[in-house]
Antibody, heavy 120, light 108 residues
Framework: QVQLVESGGGVVQPGGSLRLSCAASGFTFTHHGMHWVRQAPGKGLEWVAVIWYDGSNKYYEDSVKGRFTISRDNSKNTVYLQMNSLRAEDTAVYHC?????????????WGQGTMVTVSS | SYVLTQAPSVSVAPGKTARITCGGNNIGSKSVHWYQQKPGQAPVSVIYYDSDRPSGIPERFSGSNSGNTATLTISRVEGGDEADYYCQVWDSTSDHPVFGGGTKLTVL
């Protein structure tokens, strides 16, 4: 069964840090680019970051550049999102998402998401 | 960056056809993907690459893309189709994905 399970969300103060993890199972992890997509309460979907199948390329949405870092450990079938200097506007459900290709393209499998709340 | 425009809401009676549009500059030259999100759930892919249906998605869901508009068409609409629908493309200029703002489909 193809599955993505996120963890690591929680409540953090502005300026703080969190590290999200996404454990993948049921498919060949190294055949797919992996993404993080977030959704603020009551808002639409917003893409955050992507990492290529082999970690060779990483791209970020402009508002998180320099603050967030995406990485992956192909030996553990896990993708991470290190989030630093968090702001109130980063509050959202963060979904781990499988890409249909090794990098660019569509999304086909979504995790249920983990909630990140940035508040004092 | 590339902008995708969706109507905030569309309403349709059961059994009728719903058309949800996604506008973008020369979007017909890009591949468009569509996602369905029901309340409290993660999104689900319903159309890939303009018109391909993932396995398990009913034939009632179809897609088209030409000029400045891509369209998700849902035939014989059912109550269970009530959801938010998002279009998405890959923006070659910024080299990252872009989502439309989403359309809430209400089944009357």
């Amino acid at each position: 069964q193809v599955q993505l399970v996120e963890s690591g969300g929680g409540v953090v103060q502005p300026g703080g840090s969190l590290r999200l993890s996404c454990a993948a199972s049921g498919f060949t992890f190294t055949h797919h680019g992996m993404h993080w997509v977030r959704q603020a309460p009551g808002k639409g979907l917003e893409w955050v970051a992507v990492i290529w199948y082999d970690g060779s390329n990483k791209y970020y949405e402009d508002s998180v550049k320099g603050r967030f870092t995406i990485s992956r450990d192909n030996s553990k079938n896990t993708v991470y999102l290190q989030m630093n200097s968090l702001r109130a506007e980063d509050t959202a459900v963060y979904h781990c998402v499988r890409g249909t290709t090794v990098g660019r393209g569509a999304f086909d499998i979504w995790g249920q998401g983990t909630m990140v709340t940035v508040s004092s | 960056s590339y902008v995708l425009t969706q109507a905030p809401s569309v309403s349709v009676a059961p059994g009728k056809t719903a058309r949800i549009t996604c506008g973008g500059n020369n979007i017909g030259s890009k591949s468009v993907h569509w996602y369905q999100q029901k309340p409290g759930q993660a999104p689900v892919s319903v159309i890939y690459y303009d018109s391909d249906r993932p396995s398990g998605i009913p034939e009632r869901f179809s897609g088209s893309n030409s000029g400045n508009t891509a369209t998700l068409t849902i035939s014989r609409v059912e109550g269970g189709d009530e959801a938010d629908y998002y279009c998405q493309v890959w923006d070659s200029t910024s080299d990252h994905p872009v989502f439309g703002g989403g359309t809430k489909l209400t089944v009357l």
